[in-house]
């Protein structure tokens, strides 16, 4: 299956954006969703998840509160919404799919992940 990100931009701090992540080529039935992110110079970190299994989600506790992640199966995609955005949310977002159900801890490992999609770039001003 391949991912594609969109809604990446440029947004003032204390803004929103809503991020997709398309599924083509397959479906997301079964299929567990990451979001991560990677910052200049950063190592690259989870931001979110949400579980094949229950619907189970999970965040980085920088953005518990402020970004929310949901999925439509019959749509193939994956959203992340992003409120009250901070400089410290710039990154390049990336989404990624795992097989099979995971866990609110297992969802934080990225080599769970098979499929990655190609990133939006987020740029949050001051």
């Known amino acids: 299956v391949q991912l594609v990100e969109s809604g990446g931009g440029l947004v003032q701090a204390g803004g929103s954006l809503r991020l997709a992540c398309a599924a083509s080529?397959?479906?997301?039935?079964?299929?567990?969703m990451g979001w991560f992110r990677r910052a200049a110079g950063k190592e690259r970190e989870f931001v979110a998840g949400?579980?094949?299994?229950?619907?189970?989600?999970g965040y980085r506790d920088s953005v518990k509160g402020r970004f929310t992640v949901s999925r439509d199966n019959a749509k193939s995609t994956v959203y992340l919404e992003m409120n009250s955005l901070k400089p410290e949310d710039t990154a390049r977002y990336y989404c990624?799919?795992?097989?099979?159900?995971?866990?609110?801890?297992?969802?934080?490992?990225?080599?769970?992940?098979?499929?990655w999609g190609q990133g939006t770039q987020v740029t949050v001003s001051s």
């Open positions: 949400i579980s094949w299994l229950r619907g189970a989600t």
């Open positions: 080529g397959g479906t997301l039935i079964n299929k567990s």
């Open positions: 990624a799919a795992a097989t099979g159900a995971t866990t609110v801890q297992s969802m934080r490992d990225w080599r769970l992940y098979v499929n």
